[in-house]
């Protein structure tokens, strides 16, 4: 068992607790923005349903994150937009807001029932040691493609990036980094969010942050929906999102396999069970509002590494702070003003954690890796990483539901190293 402050069911101070909710959810804003701009923007929407779209996220993300800590899979696991149902929302937007919201509570629906149908148990003996470590190591390079632009500063008005973004970014890495290893006790916990602080003034000097947005957003407002209907059945539309859900499925399964082999296994099974039970449920609220559903984010167990605290609880406070940002548009427009550098570069000290836990777990099971294990471990770290740099136009002429399985270079890799570790290259 790896030390950390505050072990997995352990209760967190008030003030403490807090502080770590905060560092969470900074994790999570540019994903939610991220996925409001696409989807907003082949939904057409205008900047004020942007913002309550928005909005939406935030409080639903907020929502799961909460009941999954308390009563779903019970780990420390961000709940979030699901890349995989991101797409399957693209690929039927022509066809309407009616079509996605139908086929997004099927979809969701169907992973409920997959959920409380406990059959999920059986999948868990071919999560081996080499699995699950190329799980962790996976999750951290298929990160990578999101995190380079953000790196390197490249915008609409800097195609190419900025040097001074760049230096910026790369100097905070190695400040975060050190903070992690020379701080101590409660304050070696806060570095990621303290490097975040010291990156935010560092661009607030360089004039890269506009204040005024911030100014002019108002205190209090509650979220409309005009975007989205009543939602129809279109069955094109269900085995798209059947399909995605079924990828959020093998993520779910990865994501708390891997955040398992760092804090701690307890209850595996039935924690997977309730883990894509709520998975599907969030599919069904999300739908009903016409927004993208959760999934359980796979860069969780990076984090928990990086800030050295494994209690879900610190979750339970990020989830609650969601919902709170959702619903004060002020404080969404500050957090959303973090610049993706800072956060790329607080994201990439966890990645270094979580690849040297990913091998760890690897070479955990045995004293020497043999040429087989060579194969089953690389290879779909390979296949996974190149899939997650492929530009996502490249895809657009597949139909959509085989978009959304080929263009996840998380699922495909986590689909090879099942068929490789069981399969092909299964040991006589």
Known sequence: MRKFRYQLDQKIPILEVIVYGIQWAIMMFPGLLIVTDIAAGVLKLNLMAKAHFFQYLLVISGIFTILQTLIG?????????????????????PYGIKAIQGGMISGGIIIVMIGLSRQTRRLNRFFTPNVTGVILLLIAFCLLPFLLPRLLGVSTENPSGSHMIALVSFSLIIFIALLSHW?????????????????????LFLGKINIGVILKTPWLELPRHEWASSPQLFWPAVIS????????VINTIGSIQGTAAVVGERDIERSIDRGIALNGLGGVVAG????????????????????????RYALTACGALLMFTGLVPKLAALFASVPGSVVGAALCVAIGFQIGAGIDVITSHVKKLTARDYLVVGLPLIVGTIVSMVPREFFRGLPSAVAVLASNGLVLGIIMVLLLEHGFLRKK
Do not use: C, D, M, N
């Not at 860069?299 to 494994?310: E, F, I, N």
């Open 73 to 93: 899979h019970k780990y420390p696991i961000q709940e979030g937009p699901s890349t995989a149902v991101l797409l399957a929302y693209i690929g039927l937007a």
């Open 288 to 311: 009903f509002f016409g927004v993208v559903g959760t999934v359980s984010y796979s860069s969780s167990p990076g984090v928990v590494l990086a800030t050295r605290v494994a209690s």
């Open 241 to 248: 999102f059947v399909l995605a859900y079924l990828a959020v």
């Open 183 to 203: 701080l101590s006790g409660y304050l070696q916990t806060t570095a990621v969010l303290l490097g975040v602080i010291v990156g935010y003034l560092a661009f």
